[in-house]
């Protein structure tokens, strides 16, 4: 997938392009049906399937409040488009000059003009341009002047009911329901970064030793103990993650804690990705560190049990 980090990168309108407009946080499943669509009329007619998204989210400059948390890191967010099969992604910076485009400025001069539109596959309620005044209606009314296909996507229903959205798997991850979004994610809810200093605890004081991480902007699970995969070193690990404020210490810090099992390496420094798999019981205060060290080794033992049922071949969304 080529991806291009702003318009004047794009030298040239790409062949009868077919596009998807989005924040696509999370490419969940409803995006990922969503490429399909995209791509699957792109090679109709011997087109290029482009998705276009923004950076920062455009939240985050429309309200100047921070925005919400993100599922997907921009990286991240890259690789997992670039799996789903799309031949380009372009992401627009996203500013306020870009928000104060008129609809028919934004789909004629950037669209049509700049990436070569033949076609657009988007959601019933996608909206556009300055204060979002572009919707399906004008939409419709630019392609019939102007000779390009306008193809409304259906809703990815979760279990024929519910609507996969960024916004309800946040709400999951929030309540420590990790199951509940992976079932609209497609893949369990990931974080990231280099593993940080500690406080030089979990070897030493419980001889359990720890990655730490630090969150950016990406949703906060659930305070609470956790079963997770790690990939690091070019493999993937099972462990346990705390997440919260580790109440035995009483020092109100907030921390990311992750125990790799059969793991000895030292990878301070280095990067990581944590898939959060399952929320095994909350955080707790103990009266002392010999029943903390006996709480975290019946952790492991759960922590094994579910990672041994998610490896089964059996192991479903």
Not at 1 to 18: E, G, H, I, R
Request: hydrophobic residues 40%; charged residues 25%.
């Amino acid at each position: 997938m080529n991806v291009y980090k702003n318009l004047d990168s794009v030298s040239q309108p790409f062949t009868k392009a077919v596009v998807t407009i989005g924040n696509f946080d999370g490419v969940h499943l409803g995006h990922q049906a969503l490429f399909h669509e995209v791509i699957e009329r792109a090679d109709a007619i011997g087109g290029t399937a482009v998705a276009i998204t923004f950076e920062p989210h455009p939240i985050r400059v429309l309200k100047g409040d921070g925005g919400p948390p993100l599922l997907t890191r921009f990286e991240q967010k890259v690789e997992l488009i670039a799996r789903s099969g799309m031949h380009v992604l372009i992401c627009i910076p996203f500013t306020s000059q870009f928000a104060s485009l008129s609809p028919v400025t934004f789909v004629e001069e950037i669209l049509l003009k700049r990436i070569g539109m033949k076609a657009i596959v988007t959601g019933k309620d996608y909206t556009f341009g300055k204060n979002r005044e572009g919707n399906l209606d004008l939409l419709m009314k630019m392609a019939a002047e102007s000779g390009f296909e306008v193809i409304v996507s259906d809703w990815i229903l979760h279990s024929g009911e519910e609507r996969i959205s960024s916004t309800k798997i946040r709400e999951y991850i929030l309540e420590g329901d990790m199951q509940a979004a992976r079932r609209m994610l497609g893949r369990h809810y990931q974080i990231s970064g280099a593993v940080v200093g500690g406080r030089n605890r979990g070897a030493k004081l419980l001889g359990f030793p720890t990655a730490n991480m630090t969150l950016h902007d990406e949703v906060c699970p659930k305070t609470g103990v956790y079963a997770v995969t790690v990939e690091c070193l070019g493999k993937i690990f099972w462990g346990v993650a705390n997440i919260g404020y580790s109440p035995t210490f009483d020092d109100h810090l907030f921390t990311i804690e992750i125990h790799i099992l059969d793991f000895h390496n030292d990878i301070y420094g280095k990067p990581i990705r944590v898939n959060i798999v399952e929320r095994i019981r909350d955080e707790k205060k103990f009266d002392s560190l010999s029943e903390l060290t006996d709480q975290i080794r019946q952790d492991i033992i759960v922590a094994r049990d579910i990672l041994v049922a998610w490896a089964s071949p059996d192991a479903s969304l």
